[in-house]
């Protein structure tokens, strides 16, 4: 079965402090793996998108990676800021146009 | 260029009733997805359409349906509402359809209240 497990579910750090998501699927065959974030009341914002050979991606703080042999990706926050506090969705594509969202992690930045 | 936008922000209906929801994607995108966000399911994929044609359909029931014109704008409708449809309605649009490389913008969405 195609699925996509995030964990943790929700996740509370201080500001300025690092934090790493992880994401981990069985989806196959395997295209692309995504990683939004999604304010609270808004559409999902994409982050990073890799493809089956690439390992790792940045985009200003964030830094996503991916091991498609064990199918797992993270994504690590750097220097968290309060604005960081959002919904992080690891998103993976098949064949056949399949799109297979994870439930997301919630987090939470404490000033 | 501007975003995906969505109409109307904001829905509340009673059971039984119907909904149309809107969205008109990013100039030159030519797909356009829809999706229901819940807090317990997360998001899950309902159709993806491509030149006002249906590609693709998630395990929803028939009463939910879609339909896209020629200028790429999609309406979504869902009859005889429950209250399980309360949800928030996302709309994506991509440039390409059915090669999966391709970056889905979503909409701000709709909020839709079912009491």
């Known amino acids: 079965k195609n699925q996509v497990e995030q964990s943790p579910q929700s996740l509370i750090i201080l500001e300025g402090k690092n934090c790493t998501l992880q994401?981990?699927?069985?989806?196959?065959?395997?295209?692309?793996l995504r990683w939004y974030k999604q304010d609270t009341g808004r559409g999902p914002v994409s982050l990073t998108i890799?493809?089956?050979?690439?390992n790792t991606k940045s985009n200003g703080r964030y830094t996503a990676t991916l091991d498609a042999d064990t199918k797992q990706s993270s994504l690590h926050i750097t220097a968290s800021q309060l604005s960081d506090s959002a919904s992080y969705i690891c998103v993976v594509s098949g064949g056949l146009g399949k799109i297979i969202f994870g439930k997301g992690t919630r987090l939470h930045i404490l000033p | 260029k501007a975003g995906v936008t969505q109409t109307p922000r904001y829905l509340i209906k009673t059971r039984g009733q119907q909904v149309t929801l809107s969205c008109s994607p990013i100039s030159g995108h030519r797909s356009v997805s829809w999706y229901q966000q819940t807090p317990g399911q997360g998001l899950q994929f309902l159709f993806e359409?491509?030149?006002?044609?249906?590609?693709n359909k998630g395990n929803f029931p028939g009463r939910f349906s879609g339909r896209q014109f020629s200028n790429s704008r999609s309406e979504m409708n869902v009859s005889t509402l429950e209250l399980g449809d309360s949800a928030l309605y996302l709309c994506?649009?991509?440039?390409?359809?059915?090669?999966?490389?391709?970056?889905?913008?979503f909409g701000p969405g709709t909020r839709l209240t079912v009491l």
């Open positions: 994506a649009s991509s440039f390409v359809e059915g090669k999966s490389y391709n970056e889905q913008f």
């Open positions: 994401c981990n699927y069985t989806v196959s065959p395997f295209s692309n």
């Open positions: 359409y491509f030149s006002e044609t249906q590609r």
């Open positions: 890799m493809t089956f050979s690439e």
